[in-house]
């Protein structure tokens, strides 16, 4: 069975930071991109915040370019959000995506979210 598990999030102050984490574990051989979206309360669409592909070049929306960076450990199947400079409108459940290598091919996998939450 595969697995990703989200944790690092909580309630922050804006201006504050965040580090979230999420791991991929079960029967496989390695992760492809791993990327982190999020949704908002009410929306219908998850967000497209951070892409990190296998060789560490990562990718971000305009609303978190500068603030977000996403790093990962290709060793331990983990992709990392550093959170700075929070805003409440980054306020959201965050969920984590891979692309897992796995017998027989590629398998696409969600995280269950972890939220975040920006308020004074």
């Known amino acids: 069975q595969v697995q990703i598990v989200e944790s690092g999030g909580g309630l922050v102050q804006p201006g504050g930071t965040l580090r979230l984490s999420c791991a991929a574990s079960g029967n496989i051989f390695g992760t492809y991109a791993m990327a982190w979206y999020r949704q908002g309360t009410g929306e219908q669409q998850r967000e497209l915040v951070a892409?990190?592909?296998?060789?560490?070049?990562?990718s971000y929306a305009d609303s978190v370019r500068g603030r977000f960076t996403t790093s990962r450990d290709n060793a331990k199947n983990t992709v990392y959000l550093q959170m700075n400079s929070l805003k409440p409108e980054d306020t959201a459940v965050y969920f984590c995506?891979?692309?897992?290598?796995?017998?027989?091919?590629?398998?696409?996998?969600w995280g269950r979210g972890t939220q975040v939450t920006v308020s004074s």
């Open positions: 892409r990190a592909i296998r060789d560490g070049s990562a």
């Open positions: 995506f891979a692309d897992v290598a796995v017998v027989g091919g590629t398998l696409g996998i």
